[in-house]
């Protein structure tokens, strides 16, 4: 009885077909494009090129197939765009006050202090850091209740053990960061090639204090 149940469910599961040769070419193209986006509007999160790949053709350019689907959005409220090192849908900036009018008290607001804008933006330009680093850094100690927070909201994670004696943990920005706030990589970060150039980027130029100095205030409960 068992057996047969397993052939009866092996006959009634087609395999998945990528590459549908049987199809057209502009019918097959039009098939993928659905997939993609079908795939990209049901995830929470980026989708990467290598999931998109799973379901088009071997062939399948995926930046030309991405184009032609924006290029149908023209005029939506809504785009598809690359972000944290895959593609997301995203509604355009002008709908937001539409979308916190509806939503408001239900979508989770992220509003970071000074304290944390500053120590998240040192993070991402100097990454891998130490907490002790940090410290240095804007001359006075950072908690681990900030650090902490950042964590809570996503922004940050653990990156490489420090080198240094007792092997202290290093903070890294994380793909919900880039999520976040719109970047496709670290390099989209403002200013991020021009300061690299200048050799501002320099974590030991920042620790000898060769740069200027950016100052946290004092908050409570830290």
């Known amino acids: 009885m068992a057996a047969g149940g397993t052939r009866a469910k092996g006959r009634n599961t087609p395999l998945f077909d990528p590459e549908l040769e049987h199809l057209p070419p502009e019918a097959r193209w039009r098939e993928w494009m659905n997939r993609v986006e079908a795939v990209i509007f049901a995830a929470s999160q980026p989708v990467s090129r290598t999931d998109l790949a799973r379901v088009v053709g071997r062939n399948c ?58 120590v998240l933006m040192t993070i991402a330009y100097f990454q891998p850091i130490t907490r002790s680093e940090l410290s240095t850094f804007f001359g006075r100690e950072i908690s681990r209740d900030l650090i902490a927070s950042l964590r809570n909201f996503g922004f940050i994670g653990f990156g490489p053990r420090s080198p240094k004696p ?54 409570g409960g830290e």
């Open 61 to 118: 350019n995926i930046d030309l197939l991405i184009e032609d689907i924006r290029e149908e959005l023209r005029g939506r409220p809504y785009d598809l765009v690359k972000v944290a090192g895959g593609y997301q849908h995203r509604t355009r900036p002008a709908y937001a006050d539409a979308i916190r009018t509806v939503s408001g008290a239900a979508e989770r607001a992220v509003d970071l202090s000074q304290s944390e804008a500053l």
């Open 166 to 219: 007792g092997a202290p943990y290093t903070y890294v920005t994380t793909k919900a960061f880039l999520s976040h706030f719109g970047l496709e990589t670290l390099r989209d970060l403002p200013d991020y090639e021009a300061l690299e150039d200048a050799g501002l980027r320099s974590k030991d130029r920042a620790l000898a204090g060769d740069l200027m100095q950016l100052k946290v205030e004092d908050e």
